[in-house]
């Protein structure tokens, strides 16, 4: 089982600030999702990332793939309360097998207006 | 275009009871996931079924769990005999062939009294 570790596991900043959060595994994937889940709902679909070292950018969110495709970041500039939910990384193994993405346990955001 | 519709959306079930929980994927989606979350957790992989036909069912407790999904008709989350610790929120996935991305519905949450 691959595990993917997210960080930090609670955030509650500010409307107006930067933030990171990351997620790491000490397993190489052949791709990575970025979902957010509000309270109630099920995820939603950010972005995927497959190639290391790429960057992809959605509005305010900057997602990158680590060059060795163990890990990523998601980047949000200027943070607005609609930003507010579960951040969750997933990711498909690189050894092949079945397409089951694997889920880290997130990164709960709060961001205050 | 409706999405991935999951009912009930919340379900209330005495020990001992069965628990079925419904999914109809996205039109022309055949592949279709059952995750399980806790509170404050990611999402917790239990099976993944194709049309007629079950990949992998590693995370599926192997008592008293079961799933399908028919030619006709939606896939079936079925819990016999339910136990306090069965409380949580279901959510089940689809995507299409070939497609990567998953489309979640907005779960069921499931409370054993």
């Known amino acids: 089982t691959q595990l993917l570790e997210q960080s930090p596991q609670f955030l509650s900043i500010q409307e107006g600030e930067n933030l990171t959060v990351y997620c790491n595994s000490s397993s190489v994937f052949s791709s990575l999702q970025w979902y957010r889940q509000e309270p109630g709902e099920g995820p939603v679909l950010l972005v995927t990332?497959?190639?290391?070292?790429e960057v992809k950018k959605l509005k305010r969110l900057t997602f990158q793939f680590g060059d060795a495709r163990k890990d990523s970041s998601l980047h949000i500039t200027a943070a607005q309360p609609g930003d507010t939910g579960l951040y969750l990384c997933?990711?498909?193994?690189?050894?092949?097998?079945?397409?089951?993405?694997?889920f880290g346990r997130g990164t709960s955001l709060i961001v205050h207006p | 275009n409706a999405g991935v519709m999951q009912n009930p959306r919340h379900l209330v079930r005495r020990r001992g009871q069965e628990a079925r929980l419904r999914c109809s994927p996205m039109?022309?989606?055949?592949?279709v996931y059952w995750y399980r979350q806790l509170p404050e957790e990611g999402l917790k992989f239990m099976v993944y079924l194709q049309k007629e036909n079950i990949i992998d069912e590693s995370g599926m407790p192997k008592e008293r769990f079961s799933a399908e999904f028919p030619k006709e008709g939606p896939s079936i989350l079925r819990i016999q005999q339910v136990v306090r610790g069965d409380s949580a929120a279901y959510f089940c996935?689809?995507?299409?062939?070939?497609?990567?991305?998953?489309?979640f519905g907005s779960g069921t949450q499931l409370s054993v009294l």
């Open positions: 996935a689809s995507r299409g062939q070939g497609d990567e991305k998953l489309f």
């Open positions: 039109k022309g989606h055949s592949h």
């Open positions: 990332v497959v190639t290391g070292g």
């Open positions: 997933a990711g498909l193994p690189a050894s092949g097998g079945s397409y089951i993405p694997t």
